[in-house]
């Protein structure tokens, strides 16, 4: 029968021992010797590796995209911002449409074109910002929020800090893409290319985190329209399951020209080699139930529960695909199902490839960083005192690498 859906231990003296496949040696097993041979040919042998494997296809752009702008306050966050809330329309030939509301504030002190940060967000717009007159969004299939609260996570976003520092934020939620429970297709961006006696077959190729990042796609369309944001300096960010998200859609988008994960673990940052804290049998490959969370990654993915030392790939070369752009990875000490010290070798792992390109790499001896320590560089990392969360310690450092490379 299946694999029991448990975590693996999370002592590090548990860890598995293993051989990480190397970024830089083609299929064919020649070296990668350049950064042109890396962008035309390895990249595209590793994405391709990650699409049958993990993630699954890139879904294509809608035949139409619209944007519209419901409402606008010029003094918005206390005079801090102008705030636009805008509908992203994706429309197919057929008549099909689905529409998603992504809610942005940019600097008043703005002047000119600003760099911005874009995200999903996991409880509404509305539960990023205390301001009572954002629109709510964030809805179940049944038309009720998830969370009626009012700046539940805002924490999260620090919508005040960023404008200070003079970058413009974006976000959207989640759930309006695809609503995070099984069987949503139906009230999701998978309803624009697919019939309904196609629902249960599509994640043998497509993928529900491959949905979300479609949508911080579109998101970025929207972003390219505006303005007072620079086109050239967005930085993608995502905190656990929306941080596996933002690696994958950086990695398919190289638009975006810095990519953030927080505390995104097991398929996102961290090394599935390992086999330390949450694995594949955790992602409900078997469960197609009313009312489950839905299952994130493509079928196959299910063939390497508890064999990840079979897999022909490991998170290290998801990072790699950022390269040249700057990564930030943040973790937590009191975060150990998302395997902190896996996503640290992922970051050392993923350092050739960056230094292929001239970078200094991330050449980090020690063998974990301590407490609150921060390393910066074209591959940034922190290990912040805390549980599994994004707070404005964590936006602090990906701040201050945004300042170094992109402001």
């Known amino acids: 029968m299946f694999p029991e859906s448990k975590p693996y231990p999370l002592e590090e003296e548990f860890a598995a021992s293993y051989i990480l496949p190397d970024p830089l040696k083609n299929e064919d097993g020649t070296k990668v010797e350049s950064p042109l041979d890396w962008m035309n040919f390895r990249r595209k042998e590793i994405l391709q590796l990650f699409k049958d494997i993990e993630y699954g296809e890139e879904l294509p752009r809608p035949d139409k995209l619209e944007f519209k ?10 005079g801090l911002a102008v705030r636009r809330e805008i509908e992203i329309k994706c429309s197919m030939q057929n008549g099909k449409s689905h529409s998603f509301i992504m809610l942005v504030y940019i600097p008043s002190s703005a002047k000119g074109k600003v760099p911005a940060f874009l995200g999903l967000n996991f409880k509404g717009n509305h539960a990023t910002t205390f301001e009572e007159d954002v629109l709510c969004t964030g809805k179940s299939p049944e038309g009720t929020l998830v969370c009626a609260d009012r700046g539940a996570q805002v924490e999260r976003w620090q919508h005040k800090m960023l404008m200070e520092r003079g970058y413009a934020s974006a976000t959207i939620c989640y759930h309006d893409i695809y609503f995070d429970r099984m069987f949503s297709e139906p009230y999701s961006i998978f309803k624009l290319f697919f019939e309904p006696c196609e629902y249960d077959s599509i994640r043998e190729k497509y993928s529900v985190i491959g949905a979300w990042a479609w949508g911080l796609s579109r998101g970025m369309d929207c972003l390219e329209s505006i303005p007072e944001i620079d086109r050239n300096k967005v930085i993608l ?8 998200t933002s690696l994958w859609a950086g990695a398919l988008d190289k638009r975006f020209a810095m990519v953030v994960s927080n505390d995104s673990g097991c398929g996102g940052g961290c090394l599935h080699k390992r086999k330390v804290g949450e694995n594949l049998s955790q992602h409900r490959f078997y469960e197609r139930q009313e009312g489950k969370t839905a299952c994130w990654f493509i079928n196959r993915t299910a063939d390497f529960i ?3 030392e079979l897999l022909p790939i490991d ?14 990875v943040g973790t937590a000490t009191e975060d150990p199902y998302a395997d902190p010290k896996g996503e640290y070798l992922a970051c050392k792992a993923a350092s050739p490839v960056y230094e292929l390109f001239g970078s200094k790499g991330f050449k980090v001896e020690k063998e974990m960083l301590s407490a609150d320590e921060c390393i910066y560089g074209d591959i940034s990392f922190h290990y912040r005192t805390g549980v599994h969360d994004q707070t404005g310690e964590d936006f602090l450092c990906y701040l201050h690498q945004a300042d170094m490379f992109i402001k």
């Open 69 to 78: 702008l419901l409402a606008e306050k010029k003094d918005a966050l206390d």
């Open 237 to 244: 960010h995502g905190h656990s399951r929306l941080g596996k």
């Open 306 to 308: 508890n064999k990840e």
């Open 315 to 328: 998170q290290h070369e998801l990072l790699a695909l950022i390269a040249p752009r700057p990564l930030a």
